[in-house]
C-alpha cells in the first residue's frame, strides 16, 4: 500500500475527536487492507511489531532532528529552532518538507508501507560502531521520499508520539463493523486476548468468519496481558463488588510475573510482557521442581525478603533485580524473591482463561508443592463472613503485605481489563502511580537537569496531568533516584522542548505520596495534589496501568468523607 494513503488516514483519524467517527473511517479503510498488508496492523498502533515483540522503534528526537536536517537540507539548528517555536517535531519535518519541495520541485518517489516498515524494522537490530549513522540513513532514506504529510506521520512514528487517538479497542471496533456487522466484539477481543497480535487477529477476521477467530490459541512463550484490579475501599464494599462467598487473598508487595512452561523450557514475563527469564534463574528451578504438569502458564507476585531475617521487603527493594543483565547470580544472593502464585491462564493444551476462578484457584493448589521462600500459592481464604475477611486483612497487615484481594469465584480471567471481579484494599490509599509528562529544566545548582516533573493519570487511551513533583529526589546517584538519573532517562523521550519546559513521551511511571488532593482548573485532570513526594521508578508498570481518573476522582471523594465524618 502507498504510505500516502496511511498518513491520509491518519490525517482524518486526528481531525475528529468522536470515538465512533474514527471507527467508521477506520473500518472503512480496513476493508481495503488486504493479506499482505497486514502489518499494518501495527502502524495504526505506532509500532512495527505486536506489542509483546519488545523491539521497538526507539528514536530520540535528537536524532530524528538530525534526519530531518538532512533529508531536507536545513542546518540542525534551524530545525531546532522550529521545533523549539512549533513544539511538535512532526509539524517540523511536514513545514520543512513542504519547504524543499518549493524550492527544489521534486517530484514524489512513491513511498510503501512495505518500505517504511523494512527501514524501521532495521533500526532495532543496529548494534556497535556506526550504529548512530547507520540510523540516521535509513531515516533520511524514507523522508527523502516523503511527502509534507508523510514526512509528518513518518517522523511522529519514530519518535512514538503518533497522536491520532487510536487504541487497541478502536481497532477492535472498527474490524467489528467491517466484518461483522457489528456482532463479533467479544470473539475479537478473545482473539486478541489470546494471540496478542492484532494482525493475526485481522488476517482472520477480515474473512469474516467468527469460527475462524475461535481457531487462535494462547501460546506457551507468547505473553499476554494480565488482568487488573480495581480498588475498594473496605471490605463491606469489597463484599458488595465481589459477591458471597467470595476469596481473599493476601495483596503481597512485590512485582507481577508471568510464568509460562513447556517441557524443559520456561518462560518469564513482566506485566509489561517483557521477558526477564534470565534474570531469575533460581525461579527456573522452583517451576521445575515444585510445579506438576508439562505445560502451564501461571499469574503471581514475586517478593523480596530479607535473607537472615526473612522478612518480607517493599517492592523498591527488589525492583533492580528486573532490569540486571549482569552479576545475576550474585544479586540472586543477595536480593531473593518468593514467588506466589495466585492465578492459572492455561494447563496442559488448554485455555483456562473462561473457567471460574475458583476452578482456576482449586487446581494451583493441585499443582503448587508449597516451598516458603521460594514458591507458594498465594495465601488465601474463601468466605462470606466480614469479620473473618477482617482477621485475615489485620493478619496480612501484620505480615507486612500491602493488604488483601478480594476476588469473585465464579470471574473468568480477563487479559488486559481492570475488572471489578478482582479488588485490592489497602489501608492508605495516599500513595498513586503516575506518568511523566513533561518536566522543567532547573536552574542555578540545578541547570541541566530536569528538577520538576509533570505526572499524569491514565483515562481511557490519554494521559491527564494532575501535578508536578520535584521532591523525594537523591542528590547522589548512590543514594536512590537523582534529578540528574531521572533527566537521562527522560531525555529520549522529549517530543517537545520550548524555553524550560518539555513534553515527554508517556513511558516512565513513577510512585508518589501526596497530602491531599484538591479540585483543580490548572490541570487537565480537574485536581492537582498537594505535597507531591517521589518515592519510586516503577518500571513493572506499563503507563495505561497507572493510576486512573476514576481511582482519583474516588480517593478525592473518600478524602472528603473522611474530613466530614472522621
Ligand atoms: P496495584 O499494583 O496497586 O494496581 O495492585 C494490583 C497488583 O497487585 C497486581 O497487578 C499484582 O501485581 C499484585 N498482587 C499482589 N498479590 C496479588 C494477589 N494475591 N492476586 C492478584 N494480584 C496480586
Redesign the pocket.
Known sequence: MKYLKLAELYESLSATTKRLEKIEILSKFLKEVNESDREILYLLLGDIYPEYNEKKIGISSQLAIKAISKSTGTAKEKVVKEWKSIGDLGKVAEKLTKNKRQSTLQSNKSLSTEKVLENMKKLPELEGKGTVDKKISLITELLASASPIEALYLTRTLIGDLRIGIQESTIREAMNKAFFKGEASEKIQDAINKTNDLAVVFDLARKGDEKDLGKLHLEIGKPIK?M??EKAKTIKEGFETVGKPCAI????D???LLIHKKGEKVFLFT?RLENVTKQFPEVIDYIKKYVKGDSFILDS?AVGFDKKTKEYKPFQSVSQRIKRKYDIEKIKNELPIEI?V??ILYYEGKSLLHEPFKKRTELIRKLIENHPYKIIH?KQIITDDEKKAEAFYKQALKDRQEGV?MKNLDAPYEPGRRVGN?L?IKPEERDL?LVITGGEYGTGKRSGWVSSFILSCYADGKYLEIGKVGTGFKEKEEEGVSFKGLTEKIKPLITEEKGKNVKIKPKIVVSVTYQEIQKSPTYSSGFALRFPRFTALRPD?SPS?ATTLKEVEKDFEKQKRNWLYG
Do not use: C, T
Request: no cysteine; aromatic share 18%.
Open positions: 494480565v487488573l484490579a487473598e493476601y495483596k503481597y512485590g512485582f507481577r506485566r507476585e506466589n495466585f492465578d498465594s484481594m478482582m485490592k502511580d508498570k496501568e
